[in-house]
């Protein structure tokens, strides 16, 4: 869920998800959706709308102040058309889509971020603070105070910007 968040380089303006065929290949090369499954571009709306409505979450577990309610919306009207759906197995509860092809590589993603909300690990997922950047990482640290993505790159942006600040 993270990689496909991370499909954009908004610093480098490099998007992989730029095309219909570009979806289909990066969800096969993840074993998420068959090379042959069709993606037009209703599919890539959803796509894109789902790495954009999951940033805007992580970027609210990093003390954004971005509107989660019209990105959980989203969420919603992309899990309803993804045929998201509980299974019971084995005495556990999964999500998983009922969908093939992109839209079940795409219910995938979303199941993940899903089993993630549920099992607590999603709180340690974040989108850094650093507006031209909003890279999806993981907050590994103790306390859970990480910010941005890399603090020898964006940490270091900000403090530098910080530091110019005061003494100006």
């Not at 993270?2 to 954009?8: M, W």
């Not at 990066?26 to 993606?39: D, Q, S, V, Y």
């Not at 009207?77 to 093939?100: F, K, M, Q």
């Amino acid at each position: 869920m993270r990689d496909f968040v991370n499909t954009v380089d908004l610093e480098a303006r490099r998007d992989e998800l730029d095309t219909p065929a570009a979806l289909r290949g990066w969800l096969a090369g993840r074993e998420l959706a068959p090379a042959t499954a069709r993606a037009g571009e209703a599919e890539l709306r959803d796509a894109l709308a789902l790495r954009e409505a999951l940033r805007v979450l992580l970027a609210a577990n990093n003390g954004g102040a971005p509107s989660v309610v019209d990105a959980s919306a989203t969420l919603d009207r992309l899990a309803t058309g993804l045929a998201l759906g509980v299974r019971l197995s084995d005495g556990e509860v999964r999500i998983e889509p009922r969908a093939d092809g992109v839209a079940g590589g795409l219910g995938q993603v979303l199941a993940a971020a899903a089993s993630a909300m549920a099992d607590g690990s999603w709180r340690r997922l974040k989108a850094c603070r650093s507006d031209t950047c909003r890279w999806a990482f993981i907050d590994e640290a103790r306390n859970h105070s990480r910010q941005w993505c890399s603090m020898a790159v964006c940490g270091n942006r900000q403090k530098a910007r910080a530091y110019r600040s005061r003494r100006a």
